[in-house]
């Protein structure tokens, strides 16, 4: 019976995703796992304005909203833009020694390549950071196109990213999908009316993105494989 039940939540996932032509990634949390390279520019940044170092959790908590966003509670306002120019400067080495994909992402990528899907990333994440990442990680060719929050007047949970994207691409709602890993980036594809589906591997825990009610929730991206 339940082999039974399986097959035929397959065929209704697999019916349900025959019309996306466009699939739409967040960055960090969902493909590219640099967390060990923000924590350390982080805690460089706040030995050297003389603020308590925060532990890795805290951190990691505290990823997704953008680096101005990742800093400003733990400094003080007229600090914050001497802060952001010591981060971002001390990130643009530390990406290329502590920022790395996800297991399964690559292979997932091809995969989707190969399919002839339109690929596009979305992220929260400064443009010239996002683009660190792609450069080093050899990943430039998997995407048509990327925008990130810096370039807008919103960032995510604002849908303002995903619609500039599927303008872009004149894809409609119903023929993209979206993956990321928080429960800002299910926030965002719901308000864009996108299929959202969230991976684990992120800042928030599984909980919090089941009280976003995202389409599918999957522990790894691999798992994307037997959606699509």
Known sequence: MRNGAGRVSLRYCLGKMKDIRLVIFDLDGTLIDAYAAIIASFNYTMRSLKFPAQSALVVR????WGD??????????????????????HH????????????GARRTLNYLKNKGYLLAIASN??????????????????????????????????????????????????ATLYIGDMAIDAQAGRRAKVKTIMVATGSNSRSQLQRERPYRIISRLLDLLKIL
Not at 61 to 64: D, E, F, I, N, W
Not at 73 to 84: G, N, Q, S
Not at 92 to 103: N, Q, T
């Open 61 to 64: 908590r505290a990823v997704g």
């Open 68 to 89: 101005r966003n990742l800093l400003r509670p733990f400094v003080k306002e007229e600090d914050l833009a001497r802060a952001m120019a010591i981060y971002r400067g």
């Open 92 to 103: 643009r080495k530390s990406l290329l020694k502590g920022a790395r994909l996800f297991p």
């Open 125 to 174: 994440r400064p443009t010239e950071f996002s683009g660190i990442i792609l450069r080093h990680l050899g990943l430039r060719k998997y995407f048509k196109y990327m925008l990130c929050a810096d370039r807008l007047k919103h960032g995510k949970p604002h849908p303002e990213i995903l619609r500039k994207i599927m303008q872009k691409f004149s894809c409609q709602p119903k």
